[in-house]
């Protein structure tokens, strides 16, 4: 029902920043909710940030707040995430994805990925 594209993504040294951006097609984007995840080789897939529909709420997981900004653009059917002050440890494969009222984590669409490294 919803394909997603992410881009963004790169070779940033420590301290830099980047934005991903991940482009939804599809109907009715604004009725999903969407997240960033992440998963570093050998880890697993760990959430990073995630916004409602309207865009009036959202979480982040702790090691990124205040550093990470979730947001979205319905009428352009785009989620971004902007990263300040990235860190070696940021480094991952970032997923976004997308899901339905009331969540249901099975049933999420994915993106391909987009890599981020983060160098010392």
């Known amino acids: 029902q919803v394909q997603l594209v992410e881009s963004g993504g790169g070779l940033v040294q420590a301290g830099g920043s980047l934005r991903l951006s991940c482009a939804a097609s599809?109907?009715?984007?604004?009725?999903?909710?969407m997240g960033w995840f992440r998963q570093a080789p050998g880890k697993e897939r760990d959430i990073v940030a995630a916004?409602?529909?309207?865009?009036?709420?959202?979480v982040y997981t702790d090691s990124v707040k205040g550093r990470f900004t979730i947001s979205r653009d319905n009428a352009k059917n785009t989620v971004y995430l902007q990263m300040n002050s990235l860190k070696p440890e940021d480094t991952a494969v970032y997923y976004c994805?997308?899901?339905?009222?009331?969540?249901?984590?099975?049933?999420?669409?994915w993106g391909q990925g987009t890599q981020v490294t983060v160098s010392s």
């Open positions: 994805a997308a899901g339905q009222i009331p969540l249901q984590p099975d049933r999420y669409y």
């Open positions: 599809g109907r009715s984007f604004s009725s999903y909710a």
């Open positions: 916004i409602t529909g309207s865009g009036d709420k959202t």
